[in-house]
T-cell receptor
Framework: KAGVTQTPRYLIKTRGQQVTLSCSPISGHRSVSWYQQTPGQGLQFLFEYFSETQRNKGNFPGRFSGRQFSNSRSEMNVSTLELGDSALYLC??????????????FGSGTQLSVL | TQLLEQSPQFLSIQEGENLTVYCNSSSVFSSLQWYRQEPGEGPVLLVTVVTGGEVKKLKRLTFQFGDARKDSSLHITAAQPGDTGLYLCAGAFTGNQFYFGTGTSLTVIP
């Protein structure tokens, strides 16, 4: 079974630009969550999508947005990039079963550098 | 402000030594997970604990969830170079939103 696939692997952008990151979950997984990882703040939750609807949202500005398609693939968009947006962006998929205790399966991430 | 604080932040030990990593919070979680992340990769789930006082073993790794479900520990016996990595705890209240700890970077020297 293929794992979680994130593209691109590396990305370099300049301030003010926008970027779109892609995530393909494990087959059969309908929940996709996005996290930002930086050396200073660690792993921070961005948002979760399930059945094409945003279910949870972390404490990030509106410049960070996402969507999920009917095949469960998800995209994350960051507009008006700032230097502080440089980070590893991780996508995690899960089954989102009733009762919680979810197991998150992470992709290898997209390393975004903003110059 | 991090909900989950891990200690120590960095740990460098010799192969064969034992170690314990702590994950502490003032919040009560419905479940707590431990992950290991290697450079250039995403975190990989090691274990999930859900019951206060629960102890789980995974080969040389022993995980414990505090009685009050606010803290957890990871103990590694006879560490090996393959144990090197970033260890992360993550707690959930409900649903699928996980709060990750500050991380413990472990280096095991051969």
């Amino acid at each position: 079974k293929a794992g979680v696939t994130q593209t691109p692997r590396y990305l370099i952008k300049t301030r003010g630009q926008q970027v779109t990151l892609s995530c393909s979950p494990i087959s059969g997984h309908r929940s996709v969550s996005w996290y930002q990882q930086t050396p200073g703040q660690g792993l921070q939750f961005l948002f979760e999508y399930f059945s094409e609807t945003q279910r949870n949202k972390g404490n990030f500005p509106g410049r960070f947005s996402g969507r999920q398609f009917s095949n469960s693939r998800s995209e994350m968009n960051v507009s008006t990039l700032e230097l502080g947006d440089s980070a590893l962006y991780l996508c995690a998929s899960s089954l989102r079963r009733q009762g919680g205790n979810e197991k998150l399966f992470f992709g290898s991430g997209t390393q975004l550098s903003v110059l | 402000t991090q909900l989950l604080e891990q200690s120590p932040q960095f740990l460098s030990i010799q192969e064969g030594e034992n170690l314990t990593v702590y994950c502490n919070s003032s919040s009560v979680f419905s479940s707590l997970q431990w992950y290991r992340q290697e450079p250039g990769e995403g975190p990989v789930l090691l274990v999930t604990v859900v019951t206060g006082g629960e102890v789980k073993k995974l080969k040389r790794l022993t995980f414990q969830f505090g009685d009050a479900r606010k803290d957890s520990s990871l103990h590694i016996t006879a560490a090996q170079p393959g144990d090197t990595g970033l260890y992360l705890c993550a707690g959930a209240f409900t649903g699928n939103q996980f709060y990750f700890g500050t991380g413990t970077s472990l280096t095991v020297i051969p």
